[in-house]
């Protein structure tokens, strides 16, 4: 038999599981560590985001890879965190971190477009989903050297990747969050039509 879901009961395991993976997904790294670097504000240059690829536009790939792989993190931490109080709680915590990073309360809800927190969400959900998406984004890139072209694509594949899986509640999940990324990355589909994007490695 089934029973009903007691949200008086599961109402605060939800709102916790979900304020923890945004406060995780909300620390600005991208932001933080440029900053620690000696870099300034990399709001003030290239497109003025707080991810990775802005980042590596200040030519220090050091910087720009620590950047990528404390927002990579921030996803995944939180997700195995969540894990020990059931699958649910997981789903929760990802969709937390992952709004954190693209909304973060002490930016002004103006963070960045969610990528690198997406592997790291898929990384705690489930690993070889992100592995799907690592080589997709690869492959494009190596083709085509447009940064968000291999997100969105890469983004759009991982939930087909899940549901062929059997990953349902983690493909429906990722559909949520491809969505998103697309709505984040508005402006660089209009550039890509246009031909206007920058590629892998510029600095403007």
Known sequence: MIYPISWSFALPYILSAF??????GSIPFGLIIPRL???????????GNIGATNVLRT??????LATLMADVMKGAVPVLIAAQWGP???IVAALGAFLGHILPVWLKFKGGKGVATFIGVQLGLYWPVALVFL?????????FRYSSLSALVASAVAPVA?????????AELLVL???IIFI????NLLRLLKGAEAKIGAKD
């Open 177 to 179: 969050m491809t969505v």
């Open 184 to 187: 984040t990355h508005r402006a």
């Open 135 to 143: 080589g997709v984004w690869l492959i494009v890139a190596l083709v």
């Open 37 to 47: 670097a000696g870099l300034g504000d990399v709001r003030e240059i290239g497109s």
């Open 88 to 90: 649910d709680m997981a």
């Open 59 to 64: 030519g220090n790939k050091a910087v720009a």
């Open 162 to 170: 899940a549901a062929l899986l059997h990953e349902w509640q983690i």
């Open 19 to 24: 304020a923890f993976g945004y406060l995780c």
